[in-house]
């Protein structure tokens, strides 16, 4: 009896073991995206699907197990996720320029039997035990400094992206951009990963936030219909209007670069209808008064509207680039080209612009005095200098 005892122990124990080898864990992330004044997005994956929140508190030098927190829940029009592994919290009613603490939450969803009748296994949540919560600070609305990065074309090469974020002090940024081509095309969720976001979660993405401007390789893949999911906005067009401080940042989605017919895009492509879409949008937003009483109004835009002669260029330059001229632009902020150039206002271009290499790193500080830019190269090296 006292030997079957121990058999059934040592049985037990092994399927413990066993279990605890397939418990659910968080595969990819957080990193933060979509950041305002008032709210933040936070995504992650996990292995399996789960019911998935948030909870959070104003940084304070206390434990995060100091008292109840808010619960903010994945939730699509009033219901709780329960089946997916991508999961996404946008926290609201946030104050302008605090800072947070976070900590994301994931309880597997094991059965679906019917809506009275869901079983749920373990959860599994981020360490504020024996490390800190993860924390963020949200976009201020009268802030006189504004500090960001800017990575573009990196398609990839993560070593590029590390070896450039070695000159980088991200914990005194507001904000990361990403300004295009950083995956050569969109075929997986797990290549979407190993390209660059779980690099930039490593780097900085848990705390600083994302500003992602598509380039025109990632309308490319059958996976970039679901890119929307992994760089979530408040409408879900990836052209947006952001408020930093005193700085408007107007983000445009140059979508692909040749002609929609082009045999490469099988008759997929419906670029110019999207584009003309987004010019009716860009008129507006620079008729705001958000963006016409902003101490600096910068541009970002994956394909420059300087030089090139493909269909993508010629149409951006057509739709976008008389009412860009009239709006008091200060900067724009491009990639595309692989090859750095600057170029300065003239008759046909009323605001400078900056198309960064392929291995170059912008860094931008907006304060009282102006914009100023360096660009840096992969040995830490300032090789250009700008003020605006």
Not at 58 to 76: G, I, L, N, R, T
Not at 214 to 240: A, C, M, V, W
Not at 263 to 276: C, Q, V, W
Not at 297 to 310: K, N
């Amino acid at each position: 009896m006292g030997k079957l005892k121990y058999v059934f122990i040592f049985f037990a124990v092994s399927v413990m073991n066993v279990m605890s080898l397939f418990a659910i864990r968080v595969t990819h992330g957080p990193y933060l995206c979509n950041m305002s004044p008032n709210s933040v997005t936070v995504v992650w994956i996990t292995d399996k699907p789960a019911v998935a929140w948030v909870e959070y508190m104003e940084a304070a030098d206390k434990s995060f197990y100091c008292e109840e927190h808010p619960q903010v829940y994945d939730c699509v029009n009033g219901r709780r996720r329960a089946l997916s592994t991508l999961h996404r919290v946008t926290l609201k009613n946030l104050k302008p320029g605090m800072h947070y603490q976070y900590r994301i939450f994931s309880k597997e969803t094991l059965q679906w039997n019917g809506d009275g009748d869901v079983r749920f296994g373990k959860t599994v949540a981020s360490n504020v035990y024996s490390a800190k919560p993860y924390s963020f600070r949200t976009f201020g609305n009268t802030d006189e400094n504004v500090s960001f990065v800017m990575f573009n074309d990196i398609h990839g090469r993560n070593e590029v992206m590390e070896t450039l974020a070695g000159s980088v002090d991200f914990t005194a940024l507001d904000f990361v951009v990403f300004n295009g081509d950083m995956s050569s095309s969109v075929e997986s969720e797990e290549q979407l990963f190993a390209d660059y976001i779980d690099t930039a979660v490593d780097l900085f993405a848990k705390e600083t936030p994302i500003m992602f401007c598509r380039g025109n390789h990632e309308p490319r893949g059958k996976f970039s219909y679901s890119l929307i999911d992994y760089f979530p906005t408040s409408d879900g067009h990836f052209y947006q209007l952001y408020k930093v401080g005193d700085v408007c940042f107007l983000v445009l989605d140059c979508g692909e670069d040749k002609v929609d017919s082009d045999i490469e895009y099988s008759g997929l492509a419906d670029f110019d209808a999207y584009r003309e879409e987004e010019a009716e949008w860009v008129n507006k937003v620079v008729q705001s008064d958000v963006f016409k009483q902003a101490k600096a109004r910068i541009v970002l835009s994956h394909i420059p509207f300087t030089t090139g002669d493909w269909h993508g260029a010629l149409h951006l330059r057509k739709l976008l680039l008389p009412v860009l001229n009239r709006s008091n632009i200060d900067l724009m902020l491009s990639g595309h080209e692989h090859v750095y150039s600057f170029h300065p206002v003239n008759d046909e271009l009323r605001f400078p612009t900056i198309v960064n290499d392929n291995e170059t790193l912008v860094k931008c500080n907006i304060n009282q005095n102006g914009i100023q830019v360096e660009v840096i190269d992969l040995k830490g090296n300032v090789v250009y200098e700008y003020e605006f």
